[in-house]
């Protein structure tokens, strides 16, 4: 049993990765519509699993009985064993939320969906910070086979440990054990890439499909910087590079102008239907 704190894209899709791995999930979020959205978008998505065969009717019908929606944390089950959060990359709205839970569930095993904040300041919420460690899905959750699992000075042992367990055979994914820094080991990595291939847009190097073509081709990348930042949101991008950058101090992670533009101007990549690329709205 698992409790999945925030229903975003990121929230749902670790909600229903969760369910399809045969774990009962309480899926919260306090914004009823947000819910609603995160349950038709769970559907659509197992539905479309399903037709091109990756999940049984069997699979599908399972995955979402075992969802429950709730708007109030007073009625989760108490017995939950582990708490993802995967709220806003915001510190004090994660801080809080942990610490309301905590109130809730505070013999639970805790985990934060982060991309780039620090784990230590968001466990300064928790009576127990040492059942905080950081669990770096990506998007979309039930398809990339990675996972980053951040620990820190303060981690419990056992508890990383089972993490690593609980990743790799409960929900079949390949890990990484990461200690702490400014962006872990793949958004730092990924963010430098990224920004470089956005200057280069500005620079006029080469044309936006042919800087992909350039890591796809040539160094067999799935899918090229430019394209996966509109996949991940370039607001996304561009908070996790001032973070970054802040931390860090290299020019590597300064915002490109380009970046800040388009942010300004709500061409944010997929979600909004224009970044880079033109995109079809879900």
């Known amino acids: 049993m698992v409790l999945v704190a925030g229903a975003g894209t990121m929230g749902r899709g670790i909600a229903e990765l969760m369910a399809l791995s045969g774990f009962e999930v309480q899926l919260w979020d306090h914004h009823p519509a947000t819910l609603g959205k995160a349950s038709a978008a769970i ?15 069997d699979e599908l019908d399972a995955a979402l009985e075992r969802i429950r929606l709730i708007s109030d944390l007073h009625v989760v089950n108490p017995r939950t064993p582990y708490v993802i959060e995967a709220v806003v990359e915001d510190l004090e709205i ?17 985990a934060t969906h982060t991309a780039s904040l620090s784990i230590p300041e968001i466990a300064l919420a928790l009576k127990r910070p040492e059942r905080l460690i950081g669990l770096h899905f990506f998007y979309p959750a039930t398809v990339i086979p990675l996972v980053e699992i951040v620990y820190w000075l303060k981690t419990d042992e056992s508890w990383l440990r089972h993490a690593v367990e609980l990743v790799e055979y409960d929900l079949g994914k390949q890990t990484i054990v990461v200690k702490d820094s400014p962006g872990f080991v793949t958004n730092r990595l990924g963010v ?29 990348h799935p899918m090229g910087p430019l394209r996966q930042s509109d996949w991940v949101g370039l607001d996304v991008r561009l908070s996790v590079a001032r973070i970054l950058y802040e931390k860090l101090g290299t020019p590597t992670f300064k915002p490109p102008k380009i970046l800040e533009e388009m942010v300004q101007a709500g061409r944010l990549g997929r979600k909004s239907g224009e970044g880079f690329y033109k995109w079809q709205k879900d």
């Open 94 to 110: 994660k801080r809080q939320l942990l610490a309301r839970a905590e109130r809730e569930l505070p013999d639970a095993w805790y």
């Open 192 to 220: 430098a890439m990224a920004l470089e291939a956005m200057r280069m847009v500005e620079q006029g190097v080469a044309s936006v499909a042919d800087i992909d073509k350039a890591m796809e081709y040539g160094y067999r």
């Open 43 to 57: 559907e659509r998505s197992l539905r479309k699993q399903h037709d091109i065969g990756r999940v049984t009717d």
